[in-house]
């Protein structure tokens, strides 16, 4: 073919009068009125052709493309008929008349036009990705992404990080997912387990001295896939030295300010802050969205004092969620007493107040003067709903926080703008009910806050640790923590797993020996770079901002993987399927 001289956008009014050649595929073909107009479509947008059966020679070539085939044309720009320009396109106002036409490629007709590919089925979508791909809203996702990653670097290169690349056959690290594992053929019958996270990786970097580091890594989680994950993604992986918690919180909230500013153009305000108990007592949730209106209330003592109810009364804990301006219908309260109870209350009492006055659902359990009190402590105003749910603390304030999302979806009152916010001292532990034993909340090297120490050996579900969130409009980005650079502490911690001393050793025993050789204070964080692109682009899904990922189940059904493999791969492996 000839030399492309210009993309399909740059094709505009001052080249009038000039010879251009662009290339790409035909979006689409239009005969009118003895005309063949084609639409040009390359990375870049589209830009218009019109053929005349004047120029006799072109004309039946151009009447051969049928959409994606794929041509390169060197034609003359000129300008539109006026009122046929477009506006919407870069190109709209000129119009190319072809020279010179070279099919570079014929095209069967393809499953599904990429121009509909958005009502088709998503399986076949995947299969011919590579067609689902020419959508240009999924192609702005990948020039998000790059630029994104740009961002990202040279965030990093300019703070002294250096991008170190971590091993992909390694062994278990302690994410808590379950692994996918690689045969080894050198030594059969033994494994390699794909990372879950460059995790012990980075922490060796640091014991080696690299004072900073960052990846952008690829790891590994064999989970059920539900909702919206996927079983590789990427991580923005990072490891600091010698810095406190707040200065490595300030570091990484830089780094997404500037990524935002040079990404979208976006100026982030500085982010918010809150410990995993303020967010959870404020929102019932550990990822609060701050755009879906104020914080819950404890209503435990004003309750008791005004609503006789045995039930209540008895409650460990009443909480309230207050819907500003809402005044419902008697089959919307029963629809939110519903929701409440879908979410595992026992049951709702709501409070309307109205220039009427105010109603109830509990009124056979407290006087009119009680409920003007309550709503006086929930401050009610005229055309405020108060929604009160009372049962054990936190479960409770779960099914408030749901209920302050779910109004706020539904009477649309999530407000625009990018909403971070840092959730800090997460607890250290959880309790397993499956295992029946403390599992670490964020992983086991995570440095526990230094006023709960004691606490470790008596009271573990409430030591608080050093590991923190970043949470953006309700969904969480990253994760992070301090970590435990002192082997008696970690052994301390590896004790209050239930892990006995052979088993760490054999688990971690390079990472324990290693912190024996000197070991700098550290702390880290990981970016889930996927889930930041999505919401960044405004994707629905992670599929949308991943070139070729796996269905729900796991599959990518254009390489048709996983598949089986043949004996000969197997024996090599010293594997044998069972049936
Ligand atoms: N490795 C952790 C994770 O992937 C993040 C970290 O602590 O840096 O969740």
Known sequence: MEGRTHYAAAVTEELIGQTVTVAGWVHRRRDHGGLIFIDLRDRTGLVQIVAEPVHAENFAELDRVRAEFVVAITGMVRARPIGMENPELASGRIEIEPLRVTILSEAKTPPFMPAEAE????????????????????????????KVLMAVRSFFHAHGFLDVETPSLARSTPEGARDFLVPSRLAPGEFYALPQSPQIFKQLLMVAGFDRYYQIAKVFRDEDLRADRQPEFTQIDVEMSFMSQSEILDMME???RQVFYESLGVEVAPFERMTWQQAMEGYGSDKPDLRAGEPLMDLTSAVRAHIAWPVLQAAPFAGGAVMRHYQPTRKQLDGWVEFAKGQGASGLIWIVKSGEGLRTSAGKWLDEQALQHLAAAARLGTDDTLMIVAGEKFPSLAVLGQMRLEF??????????????????????????????????????????PEDIDLIATDPLRVRSQAYDVVLNGTELASGSLRIYQPELQAKIFAALGLDPEETEEKFGFLIHAFQYGAPPHGGIAFGLDRLVMLMAGARSLREVIAFPKTAKGVDPLMNAPSPVSTSQLDEVGIQIKK
């Open 408 to 449: 706020a979806r539904q009477e649309k009152r999530i407000e625009d703008g990018w909403r971070f916010l840092w959730v800090t001292e997460f607890p250290l532990f959880e309790w397993s009910e499956e295992e029946q034993r403390l599992v670490s909340a964020h992983h086991p090297f995570t440095m526990p806050h």
């Open 119 to 146: 009502n088709v089925d998503e399986m076949l979508r995947l299969k011919y990705r590579y067609i689902d791909l020419r959508r240009p809203s999924l192609l702005g996702n990948f020039m998000l992404r790059d």
């Open 254 to 256: 830089a780094m997404l």
